[in-house]
């Protein structure tokens, strides 16, 4: 009987961690440091968005793809961290579509922002006045970028979008946002033909054609 209990609960636990392989796509690393004390709130019984700061003290941020109350975090919430001027990194998790409107706006400490592969929307004026950023990357999954999100964004160098200029010209980019486009790098995996901005993978880092 006591090998059959213990069988059962086995099975239990396995169903259990497949559930959650299943649900979201969106397991937290192993090995990961997070940054505790973040504030969430739901969207729904599954999701919820980043919406500030709450208890954490780091000024690197970390962000959990599922927050302790076990939602999958799927967005950062308009003017989560604005003016947030110390904030020197943000680590977004791959779940994230979303970036609200003025989310980091004024956060000078920023140096560079990368978005997560999945996300489809930056809001307007997102990054307005983050005048430290100098690199940003950009997935091909996004499809619009508000008015103003990278307006005042003075020492934006690199804009790396993962995709091509089809790919770029399916996205509705907002007016004000010359900041960006003036420095767009689009991806390419073999060396281009034209005179164009490309971008490669080399080694984990972008380089240039």
Known sequence: MKKIRYLSVALCVLLLMLTCVACGGGADEPGVTYTEGLRFEALD????????????TATELIVPAVSPEGKRVVGVA??????????????????????GGRAFA???GLTSFSFPD?????????FSGCSGIRQLYLGSALR???D??????????????????????????????????????????????????????????????
């Open 118 to 126: 999945k996300l489809t929307e930056v809001g307007a004026y997102a």
């Open 106 to 108: 004024g956060c000078t």
């Open 144 to 146: 619009e970028v508000g």
């Open 45 to 56: 019984a599954d999701t919820c968005a980043l919406v500030g700061r709450g208890d954490a």
């Open 148 to 209: 103003g999100a990278f307006y005042g964004c003075t020492a934006l160098a690199y804009a790396f979008f993962r995709g091509d200029a089809t790919a770029f010209g399916g996205v509705r980019v907002g007016s004000g946002n010359s900041a960006m486009t003036s420095v767009l790098y689009l991806y390419s995996d073999r060396r281009p033909t034209d005179t164009g901005r490309y971008w490669y993978y080399s080694g984990g880092q972008f380089k240039l054609w």
């Open 78 to 99: 308009a003017n989560a961290f604005e003016n947030e001027a110390d904030l020197t990194s943000v680590r977004l998790p791959a779940t994230v579509v979303t970036v």
